[in-house]
């Protein structure tokens, strides 16, 4: 019964593949988000989409491509990795995009640039 | 600029003392304020928030938290560490206006309670 889950928990691939993290949420939420988390532990907003609407891009270069099939799910591809984006990817869901609502987060996926 | 600081990287404690993991602070209007915890290896879990009213917001696992308006802080606090509080905690801001949900965090504090 895992409210934001995420697949794959880690993922080793090569400079230059594209890759893609999944994520799902069954909390019935409106919101999702996508955050980095770097090697010194910062997090940082990627991109957020309310009711499948893209509502934050935050200066993410465009190898970056979040895709929202429905309320639930919120993928993020990624084309022509680089080993600067090796970090931990964090999903989140909230209720609504408001100010006051609680973002919920996966368990993250662990990805490494070779 | 919008941001949240928490100036110590690291706050050591022993077991069944006090703990105070530090959050400053700085948006325009009023802030909603966050922390979660992060336990290794695993996804942020979500402790208390700030919205509006009582100054002092109680949360998960006997954490607490005080607004401070003036100060412009917002401090973790519980009144007796376990060994299992040991974590990397954030604080996070939501900066007023506008319903992105957007959350600005702190940098983290590792809290390390000693037996």
């Known amino acids: 019964d895992t409210a934001v889950s995420q697949t794959p928990k880690y993922l080793v691939t090569q400079m230059g593949n594209d890759k893609s993290i999944k994520c799902e949420q069954n909390l019935g939420h409106d919101t999702m988000y996508w955050y980095k988390q770097d090697s010194k532990k910062f997090l940082k907003i990627m991109f957020s989409y309310n009711n499948k609407e893209l509502i934050i891009n935050e200066t993410v270069p465009n190898r970056f491509s979040p895709k929202s099939p429905d309320k639930a799910h919120l993928n993020l591809h990624i084309n022509s990795l680089e080993l600067g984006d090796s970090a931990v990817y964090f999903c989140a869901s909230s209720h609504q995009a408001s100010h006051t609502d609680t973002q919920y987060f996966g368990p993250g996926t662990r990805l490494t640039v070779l | 600029a919008q941001s949240v600081a928490q100036p110590e990287d690291q706050v050591n404690v022993a077991e069944g003392n006090p703990l105070t993991v530090k959050c400053t602070y700085s948006v325009s209007g009023n802030p909603y304020l966050f922390w979660y915890v992060q336990y290794p290896n695993r996804g942020l879990q979500f402790l208390l928030k700030?919205?509006?009213?009582?100054?002092l917001v109680k949360g998960s696992y006997g954490f607490e938290a005080e607004f401070n308006k003036s100060q412009t802080s917002f401090h973790l606090k519980k009144p007796s560490a376990l060994v299992s509080d040991s974590a990397l905690y954030f604080c996070?801001?939501?900066?007023?206006?506008?319903?992105?949900?957007?959350?600005?965090f702190g940098q983290g504090t590792t809290l390390q309670v000693k037996p």
């Open positions: 700030y919205i509006t009213g009582d100054n």
């Open positions: 996070a801001v939501r900066p007023p206006p506008g319903n992105t949900g957007k959350l600005i």
